[in-house]
C-alpha cells in the first residue's frame, strides 16, 4: 500500500484535545452497527472537515483502524490543508480517479503517518460529483471498507448547498452534525436535520463547534448524542 506524509498536522490546544478525544469515546459507544459514519454541516466554514480529520486521526492513535474518505468532491480542503504528498514522490490519485476512472481501491487508499489511520483523499475537485454518487461504486466502496476497517469517516460537502450530503448520508450508518456557533440559525439547523431524515440517515449526535468556553477561554468543540 502507498504511503503519504503529512506536513501540516495541527497541534491543539489542551481544552480541544480533550473535547475531541469525549467525541471519538461518544462514538465507540454507538455500538458495532455503526461503521459508516458521515460528518457533515450545513454551511461552509463550519469545521465539519476539521472535526472529521481529528477525529479519524484520534481512533488512529487509539489502535482503531479507521479510514478516511474525502467526498467533498467539489470544494476538498483535507490535501491542501495538511500538505499531503506521496512519499514515494509520484502523482497521488484519489476519490475522483477511482470513481471515474480505471483505479483499484488499493490505488487510492493511503497509509498515514498515523498506525492504524488510512485515508482516501480527494486530489481532484470537479463541477458536479452527483452522477459519480449515483453510481453503485459509491455505495459499494463504502461498504467494501467497512469489511475492513472498525470506522469508515467520510468528509460530505455541506447540506445547505447541494444534494450530495443526502445522497452520501443515505449510504452510511448515521451523521454527526457539525454547527459553528453563533453562525447559522435555528431554521437552517433544523432543515439539515430533516434533510438528513429525509434521506433515511440517522442523527447520531451534533458538535457545536467554536463555543467559547467562558472558565478557560478556549475554543473548543461539544459533542451532544442523538441517540
Known sequence: MNKIKMDSIQELPYAV????????????FLGNEIKKIMVVSTLPNEGKSFVTMQMWKQMANAGIKSVLVDA???NSVLVKKND???QDGKEMKGLVNYLAEDFSLDEVIYESPFENGYIIPNVENIIN?????????????????????????????????????EKIGSMCDGAILVIRSGEITRAEVKNSIKQLERSGCKILGVVLN??????????????????
Open 17 to 28: 484535545e480533550e473535547s475531541i478525544n469525549r467525541l471519538r469515546i461518544n462514538v465507540s
Open 72 to 74: 467533498d468532491m467539489r
Open 84 to 86: 499531503m504528498e506521496r
Open 129 to 165: 460529483p452527483s452522477m459519480l454518487l449515483e453510481s453503485d461504486k459509491f455505495g459499494n466502496m463504502l461498504n467494501e471498507l467497512s469489511k475492513d476497517y472498525r470506522y469508515v469517516f467520510v468528509d460530505a460537502p455541506p447540506l445547505g448547498l447541494v444534494s450530495d450530503a
Open 210 to 227: 467554536r463555543a467559547t468556553d467562558l472558565k478557560n477561554k478556549y475554543s473548543k468543540q461539544k459533542y451532544y448524542s442523538g441517540k
